[in-house]
């Protein structure tokens, strides 16, 4: 929400909403099941709304996304990484109508990139993701999903296959950095594309990577239980492969389990949260160490930062908070890293460790400035931080806040 609610808490945008509903709050608690006196004390941030599920509730009662709510999407910051055109330069190339069918696309001007070239360049986005340098993934891309496209299509045989893989990462690496954008519905039609282009590739490991971003495309809309059925109904198609699995298949087979972790956590469904984080510990086992093949950053470590996370979005913020700190989370990519530690940051807020909490995240904005701006996790504590404050907040809490564009 880049408008007049951009500066509000979660709880005062759900007060903003509900008085454009025309709605009192004794009728919108009794929508949601709670107590006029619960809403009132969400909505002048007396109550931490950090729970996603209540979150949705709430956005469902009001005909509104959660995106709405949590004050998603922020506006990407110019900088020598992104350049001055930024997402609508990505929108704009998803937008092409030419990428629709090749029946409306003029012959091919010129040779389409090498294959070696066009993995190179993949890696370099999925790289800078993971880096958590959004805005120089969000300018390369434009560019590299034009030549992926032109690729999939002049070439023939196994080297279609290979570019349509190509492509299906490029649309994938799309969705991943536009969904840590908050740009949702940009999102999906990048996760959908690359779906398909998957599955032009035959090839069930880059199918099994583009159906864990499908799945993160519904948990970001709130469609959590649609979410935990596509991860089972996807872990059905791609068992046949585990007899002889490689470690790129086990990456993505384990988490794919981890995305449907969360998003049973968040329909508030403990015995399928510990059923899925079973399958993805047992496959990490397996796996035997962390790892990064297809850029998942999956094993032992990113289990167990998944299990401080479902423990977060049930409201367990004292198994979150005590377990969250122990974990090493060094030798693991930076988005990977700083995406826990905003967790662990929540845990210690709502066990009023305040203190703890802004060191976690002034650490966290050093390794990934942008990740920390962009999420709504990271702007809601602060904000909290800033309203919970008699008199003036902190100077640190004051510039970060700043920094954050959030005061």
Known sequence: ???????????????????????????????????????????????????????????????????????????????????????????????????LTPLLSPPADGEPSTLANLRADVGEVWDAYQASRFGFATRQL???????????????????????????????????????????????????????????S??????????????????????????????????????????EATPSFLSVYGTLFLAGSMAAARAEDRATIQA???????????????????????????????KVATAGELGDFQVASDLGPQIDTSSLPVERRVRHDLEVARALTARNRTDEALAVVLEAEQLAPEQVRHHYMSRELVLGWVRGTRGRPSSSVADLADRLRVV
């Open 1 to 99: 929400m880049r408008g007049m609610t951009q500066h509000l808490t979660t709880g005062e945008r759900v007060a903003w909403y509900r008085h454009r509903r025309g709605l009192s709050q004794e009728v919108l608690a009794g929508l949601v099941g709670r107590t006029s006196d619960w809403l009132g004390k969400a909505e002048n941030n007396r109550i931490e709304l950090d729970r996603l599920s209540v979150i949705r509730a709430l956005a469902h009662a009001l005909d509104v996304s959660v995106g709405d709510l949590i004050g998603e999407p922020t506006l990407l910051e110019w900088s020598d990484d992104s350049g001055r055109r930024t997402v609508p330069a990505l929108r704009e190339a998803l937008m092409d109508y030419r990428q």
């Open 142 to 200: 434009p560019l590299l999903l034009a030549d992926a496209l032109l690729a999939a299509r002049t070439y023939a045989g196994e080297e279609r296959e290979e570019a349509n893989a190509l492509l299906a990462l490029t649309y994938q690496g799309a969705a991943m950095v536009l969904g840590k954008l908050g740009e949702n519905e940009l999102a999906w039609m990048a996760a959908d594309r690359g779906l398909a282009a998957a599955q032009q």
């Open 276 to 306: 899925f984080l079973r399958e993805a510990e047992a496959t990490a086992t397996r796996l035997g160490t962390d790892a990064n093949h297809m850029w998942t950053a999956f094993g032992p470590t990113n289990v167990a930062i998944h």
């Open 202 to 243: 035959g090839n069930n490991v880059i199918t099994g990577s583009l159906f864990r971003s499908v799945t993160h495309c519904l948990l970001s809309t709130g469609r959590y239980e649609t979410a935990v059925q596509l991860v089972g109904d996807a872990a059905g198609f791609l068992e046949p492969g585990l007899s």
